[in-house]
């Protein structure tokens, strides 16, 4: 039966023996859109639908949305996934609402619709430019596509400057154009672009800023809010509903990274201070502290400029001592960033006897209590550093014997390994002559139904049945190829990691490069409690079935 387009217009049957187009109608919203209809999703949608409803030899196999994603880049999730349909054959023809939907970077807009489409027979459908790729009417494309994606490339850049422009015209002029307040401040009700105290949170700043000018460490401030359970700063605006996303939160614990951003900031005494970044090839980066735009007196202060300059000299003074004092150098910590308390789970930190006679003796020390609060750690654990190492070590060299064993049996089923691999090979290839059959039945199966011979139901479950088994031999094939080389990766490199960890049975000390090589992360429970989580514990399971299979 001949489908009917939404106007009522009826397609005509498709001619015997023509290819059926499997597409994607992908549908893109910028992040520059003005709410006009024709650009919305739903209508992008409907236009590309009515336009393949005149196509009988086309239907719609998938749609793949990126919603206030920019044209002027092609890093897109749902594109992305639609490229990979495509490499994997369940696509075979794009169809867009217009050429700037597609994207509005000239070079790489031309390179899809030029090069990659036609490398991977893809048909392509711009409906609003009247462009298709299998049209005879497009002899002069490689003229007006071009010229079309310069357009919108120039109008994207346009859009880009013009709002760029429009925030830095703001910035200049003292309002607020963040996306969130500072913390210590709300956005104005009436004016989202002005700054009121938020007096929940403002309190907090004042006494941050009393105890920096009273010469108080910041690890002691940090100490001191955590205890009085006051909320981080982005804990209390994911309160507020301004922070949603669980990445934004934080651990919930103050850092003296976040007071030290707060007595810094300028806004605190009234001031506006932005523009201190700016965005060069969709990437950020700084601006210097010359170029930042800075406007006196846009605010309600929540400190005083005499306070804030009390505090910021404290600070000083604290950093001037810090640096005049003369320090012994630290050896190398080749636990760095690997070593965790096995009760509260942070960082073990790494401290030097105060013994001057014994000023190369270390120890490893849960400082939660110290930093965070009281009772943050349940069970602070120390252990002096040698007696660590050499635990670590003895672990190793055991593992280190487990590993050699089953490298030297991995060695020696080298030869069931090759006829696994010739074994895969075989079934690969009945897979794909499977696949070609079903391909090749599908073409028949789409003439048998213009013709008359198969009902429109018929037609439907037979042509669901040829395309699942062509589907699930796909991907059979693409599962034993990629365990094929997971396992050949993966053999060679444990034999490889074997023949390193031999030598540590002879004596050798334990070194960064090891620690690098070997370990993810050690956990210490006590000083004879310790337990090492090895890099290799859970890349080699395809090794591990390797082993299981003798």
């Known amino acids: ?323 005049q004092t003369v320090k012994t150098p630290y050896s190398e910590n080749i636990l760095r960033g690997r070593i965790f308390c096995g009760c509260c789970g942070k960082p073990l930190h790494r401290q030097r006897s105060k013994n001057k006679s014994r000023r190369d003796d270390y120890f490893y020390r849960c400082i939660s209590n110290d930093r965070i609060k009281k009772d943050a750690c349940q069970r602070p654990v120390s252990v002096r550093e040698d007696h660590l190492l050499q635990a670590i070590l003895t672990i190793i060299r055991k593992e280190a014997e487990v590993v050699m064993g089953n490298s030297l049996r991995l060695k020696q089923h080298s030869g069931q390994l090759a006829q696994d691999k010739a074994d895969a090979g075989r079934e690969i290839a009945k897979l794909r002559q499977s696949a070609a059959d079903s391909r090749k039945y599908l073409t028949s199966l789409y003439e048998n139904f213009i013709s008359g011979i198969l009902t429109a139901e018929e037609y439907r479950t037979l042509k669901a049945n040829y395309e699942g088994t062509t589907a699930a031999a796909a991907q059979r094939i693409r599962e034993l190829q990629r365990r094929q080389a997971e396992r050949t990766a993966q053999v060679a490199e444990y034999i490889s990691m074997a023949d390193r960890l031999a030598g540590i049975s002879k004596g050798r000390k334990l070194s960064a490069l090891l620690v690098e090589q070997l370990i993810e992360r050690v956990t210490v429970n006590g000083p004879e409690d310790v337990l090492i989580q090895f890099r290799f514990e859970s890349c080699f399971e395809r090794v591990a079935e390797v082993l299981e299979d003798e």
């Not at 739903?42 to 196999?61: F, N």
């Not at 205890?227 to 103050?254: D, F, Q, R």
């Open 1 to 323: 039966m001949a489908r009917k387009s939404r106007k009522g217009t009826a397609a005509a049957p498709a001619p015997r023996g023509m290819k059926l187009w499997r597409a994607a109608l992908y549908i893109r919203l910028s992040v520059e859109f003005n709410g006009r209809r024709g650009d919305s999703l739903e209508t992008q949608r409907e236009i590309m639908e009515a336009h393949l409803a005149l196509y009988p030899d086309i239907e719609v196999a998938g749609i793949y949305t990126d919603n206030g994603i920019t044209g002027r880049t092609f890093e897109r999730e749902a594109f992305q996934r639609m490229l990979a349909d495509i490499e994997a054959g369940r696509i075979n023809c794009v169809v867009v609402k217009d050429l700037s939907r597609l994207g509005r970077n000239t070079i790489d807009t031309g390179y899809y619709i030029e090069k990659y489409f036609p490398l991977h027979q893809v048909r392509f459908i711009a409906v609003n430019d009247q462009y298709d790729s299998e049209g005879a009417d497009n002899s002069g494309s490689h003229i007006t596509v071009p010229l079309k994606n310069m357009i919108n490339e120039a109008y994207a850049a346009d859009i880009s400057k013009k709002v760029r422009s429009q925030a830095h015209q703001s910035m200049k002029a003292g309002e607020f154009i963040g996306a969130r307040p500072p913390y210590g401040y709300r956005k104005d009700p009436g004016n989202c672009h002005k700054l009121l105290p938020d007096e929940n949170t403002a309190l907090v700043v004042r006494q941050i800023f009393a105890w920096a000018a009273e010469g108080v460490p910041l690890n002691q401030m940090v100490k001191r809010l955590n205890e009085a359970g006051i909320p981080t700063p982005s804990h209390y605006k994911a309160s507020c509903g301004l922070i949603k996303h669980e990445n934004l939160m934080g651990s919930g614990v103050w850092q003296t990274m976040t007071v030290t951003k707060i007595l810094s900031d300028e806004v605190y005494i009234g001031d506006m201070v932005q523009g201190k970044t700016t965005v060069i090839g969709h990437k950020q980066f700084p601006v210097p502290p010359e170029d930042w735009i800075i406007v006196r007196g846009t605010h309600e202060p929540l400190v005083s400029r005499e306070l804030f300059e009390q505090a910021r000299a404290a600070r000083e003074v604290a950093a001037k001592k810090y640096t």
